[in-house]
């Protein structure tokens, strides 16, 4: 090892040679797997993507082993947003616990309060009130909608096109102010309560709901209109990350990125929960199994929200928004599992009570992580360009990720 | 000596800097005088010697000035449309409508840290910027702004155009390999593979229109589209158009074709170690080539400074010289009587306005008459102007358009562009060329 003057401060001594800026961990290789991975063959070079990367959609890392444009292999690094929000839970209270859940996926944040706020329900045997039932599914579903049209957004920014994203967050910014309007919050609502939501809708809610569903359909079918039929974009996607339904299963994959497989399950109607066998919705499915199809089934499922709210809004019952609960909460010893179907696939709490207000044990089932272990079957033969597509399509959330 | 410096120390910054200036400036003006005084004679003699090559240099050191306001424009451009068609305000803080923000970005990168990573080769890594912007400005000489109006008049011109244009990708590939990153060194291999493919479609879709014309030079191709617009190149030669205008997106690395700086991917390819004034070398370069890409679409296929109908010559109606003593006395009582006469309306109607401010309000809008009138007679007089806002105006659509296709399209990809390049854009020019010749054949030019 030699020793060298650095260039940019001639007083400060570089101990490595020049060229050994490489993504290679600063330990020996632990696996098999990393021995292959950072084991460089004639003409391949590794490139680091990441943790601060315009596409990498928040602190994602990952390396790619590069045969000119091409892709040999890739190996997702992660953790640089790791919080250890499982333990912060577990010595939190029940009612805190779900301010911890907002910024797991945050552009969707009910969906992760909500398996929560079911699990201690389970727990401490509350039954909701069926208000305010109606209530978690209309503003989820808002939720969703929001967290999809985000995810159309950023597919075509990755893929080079500006103009999508803003349009975008248009209608997400109408969303996100009608939901500040009845949680107070903008991104992070913590609004679902253990035996309901914390506050009724409001009239502001109402007007600007009333508002906007009036132009919704039109407004969606618009913003699809500048990709939908943009040969670039719709060449980038066809065919780039494919993946059969058997693999996908195999993966662990659910949500949008499963059904676009062409397997139909979706938690809403495989295991049905809150009010939702009440509501007549379809599930979506596509066949293809690519990039464009995981984009075009977000776009159906907006739809599909569009009428379970417009069913939200004409079936909701009066009635009170909390159950009776204690404000102590010290639940039977016990464990309780919760599942829901979140924008981005399963998202599920597992939670152990000992009989304190304190959960035990507190664990988070985030659908992204499941889908991101699929880099390794997705990306190599595609070309690094790809990889924004794919990334893009699969739409991981980076804070559920790394919890 | 105390006394002097006690002096010089009272003196404020200005202060100082006048006192240093005005014995510099006389030096150097006696210096000047006595210069011109005893080789004058001498000097003059040379520059009628050597007309072309004083006209050269002085059209040549012009070209290089304009290329920072004309960048500064389409920057704003870009700005504000494509903040207009994401439906936003854009730049609204710098000057009225943002206009100025350019200009304080162009200030910005002249002041920030010139920086040169460790690793990198500083004289390639140095050069680079230069030989990228010193293409695109070169290529500006064989451009015809209007008649008479342009640096050099080559008989191999669009010859000369291509082979400026493809010196920018030595630039490129110096500064991807100078930087020492592996995400500059893949733009800056993407810029050569790009601008190497694009350069075959781009010189063979213009082929058929040389067949046309018989010349080279872009002045005469220019000259060659006078008359009413369906003389204009684009009208014969339709799919060479299209193919052209593809190829110099391409080589001018704008949207879909921007794959050297994709900033999703490779952030900022080449540029991604630059900073400060190497950079703004690069940034500027950019937008001086989506003009001259405009430029030369707009010289080739639409006319050039051509208007689109023979203008009618109106220059006889509008000649002062003919007025006599009455142009004297016009420019002694007109001002006089424009300024009254246009503040009339202040005066009469506006009962809480101050006179003297309605006259000065009258005689600013009776100077916006005058300049109005003026450039009126300009437009009719002389040529030059006429075929400079006709040509600015045609040019400016072309950048617009290619603003526009940078608000809609995404990126393609590396393969498709280069299949895009061999499989359906050389044999497209091919078949243009040959129809072409064909019809030369058969018809006759």
Redesign the interface.
């Known amino acids: 090892m030699t020793t060298h003057a650095?260039?940019?401060d001639p007083r400060v001594t570089?101990d490595e040679q020049?060229?050994s800026?490489e993504p290679i961990p600063p330990y020996p290789p632990r696996t098999e797997r990393e021995q292959e991975f950072y084991t460089v063959a004639d003409g391949e070079?590794l490139?680091?993507i990441g943790p601060h990367?315009?596409?990498t959609h928040g602190v994602l890392r990952v390396v790619m082993k590069l045969d000119g444009?091409r892709v040999v292999d890739i190996d997702p690094v992660l953790g640089y947003l790791h919080r250890g929000v499982e333990k912060l839970c577990e010595n939190a209270d029940f009612h805190h616990t779900i301010s911890y859940m907002d910024p797991l996926e945050y552009v969707s944040s009910l969906f992760c309060e909500w398996p929560a706020v079911m699990a201690y329900e389970k727990l401490l045997d509350i039954k909701v009130p069926r208000r305010a039932e109606y209530i978690r599914v209309l503003t989820g579903e808002l939720n969703r909608i929001s967290s999809h049209l985000l995810a159309m957004g950023f597919h075509?920014?990755?893929?080079?096109?500006?103009?999508p994203i803003?349009?975008s967050f248009?209608e997400r910014d109408e969303m996100v102010e009608m939901l500040a309007s009845i949680t107070g919050q903008r991104m992070l609502f913590n609004y679902f309560r253990i035996g309901g939501v914390n506050g009724d809708l409001n009239h502001e809610f109402m007007s600007r709901l009333g508002d906007w569903m009036s132009r919704a359909t039109a407004q969606v079918e618009a913003n699809q209109g500048?990709?939908n039929e943009?040969e670039?974009?719709v060449?980038?996607n066809r065919g780039v990350g494919t993946i059969d339904a058997q693999t996908a299963l195999k993966m662990c994959w659910t949500g949008p990125n499963l059904r676009a497989t062409g397997v139909p399950f979706d938690i809403r109607r495989a295991h049905p929960y809150s009010v939702y066998p009440e509501l007549d919705f379809d599930i979506p499915t596509r066949s293809e199994g690519d990039s464009l199809a995981r984009y075009l089934l977000r776009i159906d499922e907006i739809k599909q929200s569009l009428r379970i709210i417009d069913q939200c809004l004409h079936q909701m019952p009066d009635g009170p928004v909390m159950a009776r609960v204690p404000r102590l909460m010290r639940p039977r010893p016990g464990r309780a599992f919760a599942t829901v179907e979140a924008p981005r696939g399963q998202y599920s709490i597992y939670a152990v009570s000992d009989g304190t207000d304190q959960p035990f044990r507190f664990r988070i089932h985030d659908p992204s992580f499941l889908h991101l272990q699929s880099f390794t079957l997705l990306m190599p033969g595609q070309?690094?360009?790809?990889w924004?597509t794919i990334n893009a399509s699969l739409d991981p959330i980076m804070g559920g990720i790394d919890k | 000596m105390t006394v002097m410096s006690r002096a010089w120390g009272r003196l404020t910054l200005p202060g100082k800097v006048i006192f240093t200036a005005i014995p510099l400036l006389l030096a150097v003006g006696v210096a000047l005088a006595l210069v011109v005084g005893i080789l004058g004679g001498p000097i003059v003699e040379l520059a009628s010697q050597y007309g072309a090559v004083l006209r050269f240099l002085v059209a040549a050191t012009i070209i290089l000035v304009i290329t920072i306001p004309t960048a500064f424009l389409i920057i704003f451009m870009e700005m504000k449309i494509?903040a207009f068609?994401?439906?936003?305000v854009g730049p609204d803080r710098v000057g009225p409508w943002g206009t100025l923000l350019s200009v304080v970005h162009g200030l910005k990168v002249l002041v920030k840290e010139d920086?040169?990573?460790?690793?990198?080769d500083?004289l390639i890594f140095t050069l680079a910027p230069v030989v990228v912007y010193g293409s695109s400005v070169m290529t500006l000489v064989v451009l015809p702004f209007a008649p008479g109006l342009f640096a050099q008049d080559f008989n191999i011109g669009l010859l000369y155009f291509f082979a400026m244009g493809g010196l920018a990708v030595v630039g490129l590939l110096m500064a991807g390999w100078s930087s020492?990153n592996?995400?500059s060194l893949?733009g800056g291999l993407?810029s050569a593979a790009q601008m190497v493919s694009y350069e075959i479609p781009l010189t063979l879709s213009v082929a058929g229109l040389l067949l046309l014309a018989g010349t080279m030079s872009v002045n005469q191709l220019v000259a060659n589209q006078s008359g009413w617009f369906t003389n204009w190149y684009v009208f014969q030669q339709p799919l060479g158009f299209v193919i052209f205008f593809i190829a110099v997106t391409a080589e001018a690395n704008r949207?879909?074709f921007?794959?050297t700086e994709?900033?999703?991917?490779?952030?900022a390819g080449f540029a991604t170690e630059y900073s400060g004034m190497r950079f703004g070398f690069f940034f500027f370069a950019e937008y001086v080539n989506v003009f001259i890409v405009s430029a030369m679409t707009v010289a080739l296929f639409f006319g050039g400074w051509n208007a689109p109908f023979p203008f009618p010559a109106l220059a006889i109606l509008l000649d002062p010289g003919s007025l006599g003593i009455w142009l004297l006395l016009g420019i002694a009582i007109v001002p006089l009587v424009g300024t009254l006469l246009l503040s009339l309306p202040f005066l009469l109607t506006r009962s809480s306005m101050p006179a003297w401010q309605a006259i000065v309000l009258g005689f600013v809008l009776f100077n916006v008459v005058v300049i109005g009138l003026l450039g009126v007679w300009a437009f009719v007089s002389f040529d030059w102007v006429a075929g400079l806002l006709w040509f600015l105006a045609k040019t400016y659509v072309f950048v617009f358009t290619f603003v526009w296709m940078?608000?809609?399209?995404?990126?393609?990809?590396?393969?498709?562009l280069m299949g895009f390049a061999w499989k359906w854009l050389m044999p497209a020019a091919l078949l243009n060329l040959f129809v072409t010749a064909g019809a030369i054949l058969v018809v006759g030019r």
Do not use: C, W
Request: without cysteine.
């Open positions: 650095s260039m940019d570089l020049l060229g800026f070079m490139v680091n990367h315009p596409s444009e075509a920014l990755d893929l080079g096109g500006i103009t803003l349009y248009i500048l990709l943009n670039v974009f060449r980038r070309l690094l360009a790809d924004m | 494509i068609m994401n439906l936003r920086f040169t990573p460790s690793g990198a500083p020492f592996k995400y893949l993407r949207t879909p921007d794959l994709a900033d999703s991917e490779i952030v940078r608000a809609t399209l995404p990126r393609v990809r590396i393969d498709q």
